[in-house]
C-alpha cells in the first residue's frame, strides 16, 4: 500500500520528464501501454476472457465507458498541470477527494453524514472558500480532479468485476479513441519524438498498472481504515514535490487553505478510525 501510494505520490517527477510532449498524446500512450501491460498480465493469469465478459452487456459497457470517461478526464488533467507548473493544486485534489467521496455516499447510496463527517466537509469547504476569494479564482484543477476520481469510485461500486479486469476494460475502451488521436497528431511528433521520450511513454503503462496492483492487493489485506490513512501519503508526497523540488508558488492563502485540509482530514479519519474500531469490538462480542 506504501508503495503504491508513493508510485502516485511521486510521479509528477516522472511526468515531467515528458512537459516537450503534448498532454493528449501522453494521455493516449499512457492507454495504450497500459492495456498492453494488462492484456499481458490477464494472459498470464489465464482471466483474459474475463475482460470481453466485462463490458458483455449494455448495462456494464455503459458504466465502463462512463467510468472511463472519469479516469481520462482526471489522468488528462493531472499531466497538463504537471506540464504547466500547478502540481500544488493537484495535491489539493487528491486531499479534498476522501471528503468529496463521503458527499457522493449520501448522495448515491444514501449513506448518513456523522458529525465530524460534516465538520470536516465543512472545514473543507472553508478552504475551498478561502482559495477563491484569495486568489480570484476558484481552485478548479482541484475540484475536477476530487469530483471526476470520487465519480469515478461511485461507478466501480457498480460494478462486479474485479479491479485489474475492470480497469483494462477501462483502457481497452478509451484505446480507439487514443489511437486516432496519436494518427491525428502523428505528422507534429518529430519535434519530441526522441529515444529518451518514447522510453518515459512506454514507461508511463508500468507506472500507471504497477500501483493499481500493488492497492488492489493491499486492500484485499489491510482494514479500510488503513488504507484510507496511508492513501494521505498520495497528495502529501504530490505537495512535497510542488513546494520543495518543482519551487512553485505557496501563497498565504494556501498557507491558510491547506492546514485546514489537513485538520479537515485529521476529523475525518479519527472519526473512521473510532467507526472501524467499534465494528471491529461489536462484531467480537458473541450472539
Not at 13 to 19: G, N, R, T
Not at 229 to 245: E, I, K, M, R, S
Not at 268 to 277: C, D, F, H, I, K
Request: hydrophobic share 60%; net charge positive; proline share 5%.
Amino acid at each position: 500500500m506504501i508503495v503504491a501510494c508513493a508510485m502516485w505520490g511521486l510521479s509528477p517527477l516522472f511526468y515531467a520528464q515528458l512537459s516537450h510532449v503534448p498532454a493528449g498524446e501522453v494521455l493516449a500512450h499512457r492507454t495504450l501501454w497500459s492495456l498492453l501491460l494488462f492484456i499481458v498480465i490477464l494472459i498470464f493469469q489465464r482471466r483474459l476472457a474475463a475482460l470481453p465478459r466485462a463490458i458483455g452487456t449494455g448495462r456494464r459497457f455503459g458504466i465502463i465507458l462512463l467510468a472511463s470517461t472519469m479516469i481520462a478526464v482526471n489522468w488528462g488533467l493531472f499531466i497538463w498541470s504537471v506540464q504547466v507548473g500547478r502540481v500544488t493544486e493537484t495535491s489539493l485534489g487528491y486531499y479534498i477527494f476522501p471528503l468529496v467521496a463521503v458527499l457522493f455516499g449520501m448522495v448515491f447510496f444514501g449513506e448518513r453524514l456523522k458529525g465530524a463527517q460534516m465538520l470536516a466537509v465543512g472545514l473543507a469547504s472553508c478552504a475551498v472558500v478561502v482559495l477563491t476569494i484569495g486568489l480570484g479564482a476558484a481552485p478548479w484543477i482541484a475540484l475536477i480532479l476530487a469530483v471526476t476520481f470520487a465519480f469515478y469510485g461511485v461507478l466501480k461500486k457498480r460494478l462486479d468485476t474485479g479491479p485489474v479486469v475492470s480497469v483494462a476494460a477501462e483502457v481497452l475502451v478509451l484505446a480507439p479513441v487514443a489511437l486516432l488521436w496519436l494518427a491525428y497528431t502523428w505528422p507534429a511528433s518529430d519535434a519530441w519524438l526522441t529515444p529518451r521520450s518514447l522510453i518515459f511513454l512506454v514507461l508511463s503503462g508500468p507506472m500507471t498498472a504497477g500501483p493499481l496492483m500493488l492497492f488492489s492487493y493491499a486492500t484485499r489485506r489491510a482494514s479500510m481504515a488503513t488504507v484510507g490513512l496511508v492513501q494521505y501519503l498520495n497528495p502529501t508526497l504530490q505537495f512535497f514535490c510542488a513546494v520543495v523540488v518543482f519551487a512553485e508558488p505557496f501563497t498565504r492563502w494556501h498557507a491558510i487553505a491547506f492546514p485546514l485540509i489537513w485538520v479537515a482530514l485529521a476529523v475525518y479519519s479519527v472519526s473512521t478510525l473510532r467507526t472501524a474500531s467499534k465494528a471491529k469490538r461489536d462484531a467480537a462480542v458473541p450472539g
